[in-house]
Nanobody
Framework: QVQLMESGGGLVQAGGSLRLSCAAS????????MAWFRQAPGKEREFVAR????????YYADSVMGRFTISRDNAKNTVYLQMNSLKPEDTAVYYC????????????WGQGTQVTVSS
């Protein structure tokens, strides 16, 4: 089992920045990749970004490319999401996820952290 705990959400004005953190615990040696997803009110959960635990290769949704950066600190078993140039449409609950397989089937999820961007 892998447990995930997000932190760092909050209220920010449009154009501002926030950094989210996701701390992993448990069988972290089995983690292949981690990702961030988000879910806005009345919408489906959507992919934001992912990072491979080994090597650190990344992949982003088009909607956040160039504004968000995903990174990881292997020693701390923590993944970060640096969010810059935030827009009101970035308002959502942000979830951290982890997979232990190469098919990016996200088996483990955090409880989510709210990000609200005011205009």
């Amino acid at each position: 089992q892998v447990q995930l705990m997000e932190s760092g959400g909050g209220l920010v004005q449009a154009g501002g920045s926030l950094r989210l953190s996701c701390a992993a615990s448990g069988r972290t040696f089995s983690v292949y990749a981690m990702a961030w997803f988000r879910q806005a009110p009345g919408k489906e959960r959507e992919f934001v970004a992912r990072i491979r635990w080994s090597g650190g290769s990344t992949y982003y949704a088009d909607s956040v490319m160039g504004r968000f950066t995903i990174s990881r600190d292997n020693a701390k078993n923590t993944v970060y999401l640096q969010m810059n140039s935030l827009k009101p449409e970035d308002t959502a609950v942000y979830y951290c996820a982890a997979t232990t397989g190469q098919r990016y089937e996200w088996r483990y999820w955090g409880q989510g952290t709210q990000v609200t961007v005011s205009s």
